[in-house]
């Protein structure tokens, strides 16, 4: 099993940036990616970034591409999402996944997640 853990949510003003982190513990060798995922209210669950655990491979969903950038510290276990350039329309929770593969990742069938990390942004 592997257990994945969001922080760095929070209520910040358009144009800020937040910092979230997601640490992944457990039987993390069977993992090869992870991603970040968002639902915002009444809304289905949608991709934003994934990365693989080396780092060679990211992939961002249109709405991230110039301004989140994920990252990983390997030897943390721990996956990052740096969001720039808030806007209200990227309010919504936040979830972090982790798969043995890159395609259960882009596709939204991960294996693991979190339990979401509130990202609020105000106009």
């Known amino acids: 099993q592997v257990q994945v853990v969001e922080s760095g949510g929070g209520l910040v003003q358009a144009g800020g940036s937040l910092r979230l982190s997601c640490a992944a513990s457990?039987?993390?060798?069977?993992?090869?990616?992870m991603g970040w995922f968002r639902q915002a209210p009444g809304k289905e669950r949608t991709f934003v970034a994934g990365?693989?655990?080396?780092?060679?491979?990211?992939y961002y969903a249109d709405s991230a591409k110039g301004r989140f950038t994920i990252s990983t510290d390997n030897a943390k276990n721990t996956v990052y999402l740096q969001m720039n350039s808030l806007k209200p329309e990227d309010t919504a929770v936040y979830y972090c996944?982790?798969?043995?593969?890159?395609?259960?990742?882009?596709?939204?069938?991960?294996?693991?997640w979190g339990q979401g990390t509130q990202v609020t942004v105000s106009s």
């Open positions: 457990g039987r993390t060798i069977s993992t090869v990616a």
């Open positions: 996944a982790a798969d043995q593969s890159f395609a259960g990742i882009t596709s939204g069938r991960a294996d693991y």
């Open positions: 990365i693989s655990w080396g780092g060679g491979s990211t």
